[in-house]
Each structure stands twice: as structure tokens, then as C-alpha cells.
């Protein structure tokens, strides 16, 4: 995990950094989650997302079961430089784990959450399939 | 602070949640920050961004010095409700303190970070004009 561009990098006490992922293209925001030094290294060198699943408390290569991986166009880093944006080409076309195209499927409507996203695939379908 | 809404949230132990930004219409992701309670209830009361500020343990009505405010168009939840996306107006074009359009001008490129991003207006004048 060498890289001084790692080390530019200010990481939480936990040793955390959080990740946006924004979908090629579509523009559309993915998902959000952590990742660990070790992750964005890896990350980097195999071009796919790696993150770090904080209650698994381990390495998290999404898509590793369900096939939905994100192939890494960009790694970003903000003006306090410590959060990134990865700019993803998102396999399969789903990033939630409900089976939607991506997490953020609530939108605030008169005071309630109101799902506004179709479930493209059944989680059972993508899981156990 | 009433609303049902609110208590859907899956607050951090410090009573906060990660708020990302995006731009409406352009789809591009301005920041990253994070909300109160308080804050994302006069956020969607007043209909523009109020963050908290970590480091100033202050409300921030983003905007409030440079009139770079955020009018907002959606407030969106994800599927752990646990991470809000606004979908915002961004007045002035400029989001970020250092006078660009987002915070995420830095780039991951040969194994360095490269500035990618113009600065649109000088800082001091955002600020002191």
C-alpha cells in the first residue's frame, strides 16, 4: 500500500475515508460507504470499487456475489481531501442491494419518504440466482 | 422539529448523517457535508441547505457570507436510511470555498493528485467583497 497520494488523504480516527459513487455517464449518484487505506489501494490497482463494510468489519469488493462490480473511471478527492468521489461504470446496472439502479430510491414528499425507483431485479434473483 | 420523516433516520451516535450535494440539472456532485436533526428540519423548511459544521459545532446555512446558497429541489434518502442526496439549485455556481464549481477538483492521475478544476471567482472576493 505505498503511494503518497494515500497519504494525502485525511482519514477519520477510524482510519476511514467516506466514498460517493457517481455513475458514468448518467451523472446518477450510486451509493455512498467507506473505505479503509487498504481498500482504496486496492481499488486503485484493480480498477474495480473495494470498499470497507463497517458492521462485516472487512474488505467489501462489490459485486463480488452479485456480479454487480463498478469499473473505476475516476478516484477524486475534495478540497478538505477527505472525502472521494468515484466516478463508476456500474455492472449490470444495479448498485442497490434492493435491486434498484441505485440507494438514494426515497424522495421527501409532503413530509414522507416516498419510493420513486423501480426494483429492476428481484435481491433473491440477484443473491441466490 | 416535528415530523415523522425525521425519525426515519438513522442518526449517527453524535446525532448526525452524511449529506451529499448535486447539482440539479448538470447532475454534478458539489460536496459533501453533514446535517443535524435541526439542520436538515430548517433545510426543508426554508428550502435551502443548513448544515452543521463540524469543526465550528455551529448550524451553517450554506451560503450565508458568500450568497453561494443551495435551493433545494429533492431531499432523497437511501435504502439503510442512513445518507441523505439533495438535489440543489446551486446559486452563484460556486459550491466550494476555493472558488470552484464543486469541491471535487482534485483528480487521481499516474499515482498523484492533479487540480482539474478551474477557480471561478477569488476567495477573498467571495468572502471580504
Chains 1, 2 share one sequence.
Do not use: N
Not at 487505506?37 to 474488505?59: D, F, I, M, P, Q
Amino acid at each position: 500500500m505505498s503511494g503518497a497520494w494515500l497519504d494525502h488523504i485525511r482519514w477519520t480516527e477510524d482510519g476511514l475515508v467516506p466514498v460517493i459513487a457517481q455513475e458514468q455517464g448518467s451523472g446518477q449518484v450510486l451509493m455512498f460507504a467507506w473505505m479503509t487505506r487498504e481498500s482504496l489501494a486496492l481499488t486503485a490497482e484493480e480498477g474495480y470499487a473495494v470498499y470497507w463494510s463497517r458492521s462485516r468489519r472487512k474488505l467489501w469488493r462489490k459485486g463480488e456475489e452479485s456480479g454487480h462490480r463498478q469499473r473505476i473511471h475516476e478516484i477524486r478527492l475534495d478540497c478538505d481531501e477527505d472525502v472521494i468521489l468515484l466516478i463508476v461504470e456500474q455492472i449490470g446496472g444495479i448498485a442497490c442491494h434492493t435491486g434498484r439502479h441505485h440507494c438514494f430510491f426515497r424522495r421527501l414528499h409532503d413530509g414522507e419518504w416516498q419510493t420513486v425507483e423501480p426494483v429492476l431485479k428481484d435481491p433473491k434473483a440477484i443473491y441466490d440466482g
